[in-house]
């Protein structure tokens, strides 16, 4: 029997699956209820391909960053690519 795929990518993302399946899922904390204050995974999206989870993801980090100029929007993606290699032990 095979373990699932369990790989941490930094501290908001978390890549999950099986022998079928790739799962992106940010980390979150529960804000009420029984479980509150504990981390849980919200899933983002299923991708039958690593580059296409990659592409997504990358993406996302795109929008979000506060980049003003191409240059800005290169530098956090290139930061983004390292840190991307550091997590995945490329």
């Not at 795929?5 to 978390?14: A, F, N």
């Not at 979150?28 to 849980?40: M, P, V």
């Amino acid at each position: 029997m095979s373990k699932n795929l369990h790989i941490e990518l930094g501290d908001k993302y978390v890549v999950t699956g099986s022998t079928h399946d790739l799962i992106l899922n940010e980390k979150r904390i529960i804000k009420d209820g029984k479980n509150a204050g504990q981390e849980t995974l919200a899933r983002l999206g299923y991708y039958n391909k690593f580059e296409h989870l990659v592409k997504e993801l990358c993406h996302r980090e795109i929008l979000q960053s506060e980049a003003q100029s191409l240059e800005e929007l290169r530098d956090y993606i290139f930061a983004l690519g390292e840190k991307l290699s550091k997590a995945v032990e490329l």
